[in-house]
């Protein structure tokens, strides 16, 4: 009995040991994987920020060689490195694949007719490991090298990443598309040498994959038989299976992701299928389901409604989520704002791309669009007018149903182009955005200027993507998630060399020994309060916080470029309180804000960074000011999300806490930035606006 009881006590020890077990990521890739041209790649490189994403339930390993290749003929092949033997005896649980940059080079491209072969061979040997581990694909990112370099951004685009998703469509693996995350306009912060990411363009990196990795759902995508038929034709969507059938005599196609989100979400998309499709693959590997469901030639009519209800109402009883994301291009705002109208219950939102929101503007040209004689033909047909007068006189275009969808609170996002003379904006969404405001309806407007109708959606369709997150309820903030920062530059006002690590690590230094009245926390701003800190090269507020309370009696923690989830690290990370300050001031926020986070998830953000504050310091008086007021008047896009964090923070709960909004102490009657307190972004203070800050805290503190 007694050995049954060891016996059972040991197993259950190993269990509990096997249990803990971090999952095992190996990241197997190029210069890109490596880190080259990283300043403390160790800590930098994407899988390094993707380990303090992940955090310590995960291991993630970075077998990542410059300048191999996926070609076994190529002049540097992956599989002869050490690092590639090194990765299989990891025995990882997670393989993370991004080859193919090095393959395009003309000395290793001249044997692509072997790419495909070589790369199933490498996927091969990782699917034959013990450890059965989850393989998953990343396409290269895209290279903005000029023309005639001996890396081929061109072929990285038409050729690598096609067969990329095909191999992934073979061999029913997951795959990731890494190639639009920086865009299509090069950004020197993000790839420096057009090549090779940043630490920041690392982050960039690091992030998405987090999102993939762990999305809500550890299920394959369900069984969709009683949607797709038997004899449907199965064809390949970016690397994800797709299904295309005909449904009493209406084509209809379903694309399932490889791990389906929980509730099973589901988007339909109107009008020109796989046309800048980076928004529908990005909702493919958050787990959403894309489909389409043909109303060619019906300009939203009724005829257009009827089709999609019964299509939306067999999706629904195949189990499938009762609000679906509705997406419409040019002349498909009409289907989706026609069928929403009916059916405002059904919708979870509305992202609609240079939207055909009044048929007198398009196709009937009776603005500042030319319009189209074919398609005003059709679509009286389509409606069943008799002539253009009826068509004229119609009371039921997208324009007309605002106080539907604001009724409904339907959240809505349009992207037009500013130069587009199809779609006119001012005719379209324009219109629609002003009848939202006089409803107090949110809409989301992003206005891509100097471009027409074409080309659609956003190359990173971040923005777009999340908009639907958000409303569907799935979107991961940002903003409560403890990570390191990445910031680089020296524009951030460092010492020749520093990175953001450096930086952090000196701001812990610099506390040691010290009894402060106050420390300040925050960034690029409370960092230029300079204190003694050795690592920066901005001293901007000094003087006036010396003179307002002393010098030597207090130190600044601000970092550039920190958002809220950089500050919550340090804050976890850093042992601050070993100054043990009798006063700490908290100011944070406006990068998230200046970002894509929302107001909404900044304030919790800042809510997260108060708590965490009040945790590691327990005895001191901690006063929070959010984010100062920027955009010089009070109608600013970014004063107006400043107002919205405040509304927020006003009302929370703060337990020993004193939260205290900054603005009035910069604007004068008419909310407008006084003159001389701010620089020429209306983010940054000048050395008069630190003065009345310095003695604004000072007043604060003796409080």
Request: net charge neutral; proline share 5%; aromatic share 10%.
């Amino acid at each position: 009995m007694r050995y049954l009881i060891l016996t059972l006590t040991f197993l259950l020890c190993i269990t509990d040991l096997a249990a803990q077990k971090p999952v095992k990521v190996a990241c197997v890739g190029n210069s890109i994987t490596y880190g080259a041209g990283i300043i403390n790649r160790e800590k930098n490189c994407y899988p390094a920020q993707l380990q303090a994403y992940l955090g310590d339930n995960w291991e993630v390993r970075n077998f990542g060689v410059s300048g191999r290749t996926t070609l076994s003929k190529g002049d540097h092949p992956y599989i002869e490195t050490d690092a590639y033997q090194q990765s299989l005896s990891y025995q990882p649980d997670i393989v993370l694949i991004k080859l193919g940059t090095n393959d395009t080079k003309p000395q290793n491209w001249k044997y692509k007719e072997d790419f495909l072969k070589d790369y199933q061979t490498l996927i091969d040997s990782y699917r034959a490991l013990g450890s059965h581990p989850r393989v998953v694909l990343l396409t290269p990112v895209r290279c903005f090298l000029p023309e005639g370099s001996s890396i081929n951004s061109q072929l990285i685009e038409k050729e690598v990443r096609p067969m990329l998703e095909e191999l992934a469509w073979r061999n029913d693996l997951e795959i990731i598309n890494m190639f639009n995350i920086f865009g299509d306009d090069w950004k020197s912060y993000l790839m420096p040498d057009k090549l090779h990411p940043s630490s920041i363009g690392a982050g960039v990196m690091a992030k998405k994959i987090y999102n993939f990795l762990t999305l809500n759902s550890s299920l394959q995508a369900k069984s969709i038989e009683s949607v797709v038929p038997r004899d449907a034709q199965k064809f390949n969507f970016h690397g994800y299976q797709g299904y295309e059938f005909y449904d009493k005599g209406v084509l209809c196609k379903v694309v399932k992701p490889y791990i389906e989100a929980e509730g099973r979400p589901w988007v339909i998309r109107a009008r020109f299928w796989n046309h800048e499709p980076q928004t529908d693959i990005d909702l493919l590997e958050q787990g959403f389901y894309i489909t389409y469901c043909d109303v060619t030639d019906m300009y939203g009519s009724d005829k257009a409604v009827r089709r999609w209800d019964r299509f939306y109402k067999k999706m629904v009883k195949a189990g499938f989520n009762k609000k679906v994301v509705l997406e419409g291009m040019s002349r498909g705002g009409l289907i989706v704002y026609n069928w929403a109208a009916k059916n405002a219950d059904k919708v979870a939102c509305i992202y609609a791309d240079a939207p055909v929101m009044d048929i007198k503007s398009w196709p009937m040209g009776k603005g500042g669009s030319t319009g189209s004689v074919n398609d005003t033909r059709k679509l009286l047909a389509a409606y069943g007018f008799k002539n253009e007068g009826e068509a004229l006189a119609w009371k039921r275009n997208p324009l007309d149903y605002a106080s539907v969808i604001a009724k409904a609170k339907i959240p809505v996002i349009h992207v037009v182009g500013d130069a587009d003379a199809v779609v006119p904006v001012d005719e379209n969404t324009a219109v629609f955005e002003q009848q939202m405001n006089k409803l107090n309806a949110p809409i989301t407007v992003i206005h891509k200027p100097a471009v027409g109708h074409h080309p659609h959606s956003l190359n990173n369709p971040e923005m777009i993507v999340r908009f639907i997150l958000t409303a569907t309820g799935r979107n991961k903030n940002d903003c409560v998630h403890p990570v390191p920062g990445n910031e680089f530059r020296t524009t951030a006002g460092w010492v020749e060399g520093a990175d953001w690590y450096g930086v952090a690590e000196e701001i812990t230094e610099t506390l040691q020994g010290k009894k402060l009245k106050l420390l300040l926390l925050g960034n690029s701003i409370t960092q230029a309060w300079g204190g003694t800190r050795k690592a920066i090269t901005n001293f901007k507020g000094k003087q006036a916080m010396d003179d307002a309370i002393g010098e030597g009696v207090w130190e600044s923690a601000g970092i550039s470029g920190d958002r809220t989830q950089h500050l919550l690290w340090r804050l976890q990370h850093g042992n601050y309180n070993v100054c043990r300050p009798e006063n700490v001031v908290i100011a944070i926020g406006i990068n998230n804000l200046g970002g894509t986070d929302t107001p909404e998830d900044t304030a919790e953000g800042i809510i997260a960074v108060a708590n965490e504050a009040r945790r590691q310091f327990p005895n001191s008086h901690i006063i929070l000011l959010g984010p100062y007021p920027a955009g010089k008047e009070k109608q600013a896009a970014l004063r107006i999300k400043c107002d919205r964090v405040h509304d927020i923070l006003s009302t929370y709960p703060f337990h020993q806490l004193e939260y205290v909004n900054p603005t009035g102490w910069y604007v004068d009657d008419n909310e407008t930035i006084r003159e001389g307190l701010y620089g020429n972004d209306y983010i940054h203070m000048t050395s008069e606006g630190y003065k009345i800050t310095a003695e604004k805290i000072a007043t604060l503190i003796r409080k």
